[in-house]
C-alpha cells in the first residue's frame, strides 16, 4: 500500500476479528501500529504474532467506552510508537442488556450502540490530530 510506510496508526478492537486483519495488514505494509483491545492479552498476543522486536507494534488494554481509557491509550500509543496519523475504529461495541438477535433490537438499544461506536470515533479521530498535513 502506498503511502503508509513508517506511518502510525491506531486499530481498536485489534485482539481479533477485523481489527486484528486490519492490523496485520498495516504492519505488512510497513506501518506502525498500536493495537488497542479490551482483551489486552488478546491485543498482546497479535502484537507478538506481528512485531516481534516491538518496533512496528504494541498491544494496549483499553476499553474504548470509557473515555478516560480511550484518551490515555492513544497518548500511550503517541509516546512508544510516535505522532497517529490515522485510526481505524473496529472495536466490536455490544452493550450487555442489547444483546439479542439483529431482528429482535428494538431502535433504542441500536441507537445507543451505534451512538457508542460514533464517540469511540470522534474521540480516535480528534486524539489522532487527522488533518489533510498528515497524509501525503
Do not use: Y
Request: negative net charge; charged residues 25%.
Amino acid at each position: 500500500m502506498r503511502g503508509i510506510e513508517d506511518r502510525h496508526f491506531l486499530v481498536t478492537g485489534g485482539g481479533s476479528g477485523i481489527g486484528r486483519a486490519t492490523a496485520e495488514h498495516l504492519v505488512r505494509h510497513g506501518a506502525r501500529v498500536s493495537v488497542l483491545d479490551k482483551d489486552g492479552d488478546a491485543a498482546a498476543k497479535v502484537v507478538r504474532s506481528l512485531d516481534s522486536s516491538g518496533t512496528r507494534a504494541i498491544a494496549l488494554p483499553c476499553d474504548v467506552t470509557h473515555e478516560g481509557d480511550l484518551v490515555d491509550a492513544i497518548a500511550r500509543a503517541d509516546h512508544e510508537l510516535g505522532d497517529l496519523c490515522g485510526a481505524v475504529t473496529s472495536a466490536g461495541i455490544n452493550i450487555e442488556e442489547d444483546r439479542v438477535p439483529l431482528d429482535e433490537m428494538t431502535p433504542a438499544a441500536f441507537a445507543r450502540i451505534a451512538s457508542r461506536r460514533s464517540i469511540c470515533a470522534s474521540i480516535s479521530c480528534r486524539r489522532t490530530r487527522l488533518s489533510s498535513s498528515t497524509w501525503p
